[in-house]
């Protein structure tokens, strides 16, 4: 299966060992084939690899959200990333809410 390349910015479905995949967006490039990756609904971030890490789209949403919004923090992060996914930073933006000019 192909690797997919994403963008700083890029809304995704990442997976962390012990958790389901989560509602999360592409803060920045880590090193070679990793992704930094903020979660929607923990706050959390981490470093992961390409192979961890789904396009978010209605396809992945189906497949991962149903079974999982019993999950603490889970259905936070669904509506988070779907109504207000400029909360989480990506490296290079600036936050124009700190313009004070």
């Known amino acids: 299966m192909p ?11 990442a997976k962390v060992k012990g958790y389901p995949p989560w509602p999360a967006r592409i803060s920045g490039l880590g090193s070679k084939d990793r992704y930094k990756v903020y979660f929607y609904g923990t706050y959390e971030t981490a470093t992961l690899r ?3 890490i789904w396009p978010y789209n209605p396809q992945t949403k189906e497949k991962f ?3 999982n919004m019993k999950r603490k923090g889970y259905p936070e ?11 989480a930073p990506v490296e290079g933006e600036v936050d ?3 313009n004070t000019t």
Do not use: C, R
Request: proline fraction near 3%; aromatic fraction near 6%; charged fraction near 25%.
């Open 3 to 13: 690797k997919h390349k994403y963008a700083a910015g890029a809304l995704v479905f």
């Open 96 to 98: 124009m809410s700190l």
């Open 65 to 67: 959200a149903s079974k």
């Open 50 to 52: 390409s192979e961890d």
């Open 77 to 87: 992060g669904i509506d988070q990333i779907e109504n207000t996914p400029e909360i």
